[in-house]
């Protein structure tokens, strides 16, 4: 078959016009690439090579992301994302998605509020959703950041830990004011707090805690400490998570 034969297989729009299938476009840089016809459809029949690269690069960084996101994330929120029906549905995740709706490397944000309102959950979905964006972020829990640290205190490491935990575009903290606020620890998460705050590193937190609660909470350094989160996050990624308890909810689901 010739070309002009092909083109006589397209649909004719009502006017009877021929319908221009137009090049293919690359699916990296949307400029024209070479195509060949194929069942009333244009195909890319040849890559830009630096577009391929980047394809290449991307697709394996994607895989990777995929693993990292099994090693760091919680399982029983595997999956997630703020853009899933299940996180618009509720009414509680409304101000979670508004503290974390469009976020961009450098925007802090604290969601605080009451047991079981799906405050990490949100975290979760943000994390998966920022590491798929192929950013880098490091996840814990208040408790976690605590045995990261004594951890690295008792294999005697030369490499300075707060400097890796603030080295990815956002440092996300489940669950601050659950371990128990020592001397040691307060200092070590003022210092954390305080070097996020010096090098414009982005700090996203989810607490149970109410501002003057976690001020009485940790002992000394409280008032310093929430002075810098409140400087480092605007007013509206602070916010209150409030509404239904979803574990009473879902009550007795887990293991049926
Ligand atoms: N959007 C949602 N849709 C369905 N289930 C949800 C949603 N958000 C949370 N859940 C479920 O509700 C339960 C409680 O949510 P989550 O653990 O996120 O609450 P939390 O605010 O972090 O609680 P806590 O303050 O105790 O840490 C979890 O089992 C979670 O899977
Ligand atoms: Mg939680
Ligand atoms: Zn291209």
Redesign the pocket.
């Known amino acids: 078959m010739d070309r002009a034969s092909k083109h006589m297989d397209f649909p004719r729009p009502p006017g009877g016009l021929m319908q221009n299938p137009g090049p293919a476009e690359c699916s990296e840089c949307h400029k024209p690439v070479e195509a060949t016809l194929h069942r009333q459809r244009w195909y890319p029949s040849k890559e830009h090579p630096e577009c391929r690269s980047r394809r290449v690069w991307r697709a394996s960084a994607l895989r990777e992301a995929e693993k990292r996101i099994l090693k760091i994330i919680p399982s029983?929120?595997h999956g997630m994302s703020l853009a899933d029906e299940?996180?618009r549905r509720?009414p509680a995740?409304t101000a979670a998605l508004k503290a974390l709706h469009e976020w961009e490397p450098h925007q802090s944000a604290i969601l605080t509020?009451?047991?079981?309102?799906?405050?990490?959950?949100?975290l979760c979905a943000f994390a998966q959703d920022q590491m798929r964006r192929l950013r880098a972020v490091q996840w814990y829990s208040e408790a976690d950041v605590v045995s990261h640290l004594k951890a690295h205190m008792r294999e005697g490491l030369a490499t300075d830990p707060i400097a890796r935990l603030l080295g990815s575009h956002v440092l996300v903290i489940d669950?601050v004011g659950t371990a128990r606020p020592t001397e040691w620890w307060t200092e070590q998460f003022a210092a954390i707090v305080d070097r996020a705050y010096s090098n414009e590193r982005a700090v996203v937190l989810?607490t149970?805690l109410t501002e003057q609660q976690l001020i009485d909470h940790y002992p000394y350094s409280g008032e310093r400490l929430v002075s810098r989160l409140r400087h480092m996050t605007a007013p509206d990624r602070w916010v209150s998570?409030s509404g239904v308890n979803?574990?009473e909810l879902?009550r007795n689901t887990r293991g049926t």
């Open positions: 029983a929120y299940s996180m509720h995740n509020g009451p047991v079981g309102t799906g405050k990490t959950a949100a669950d989810s149970n998570v979803f574990r879902g």
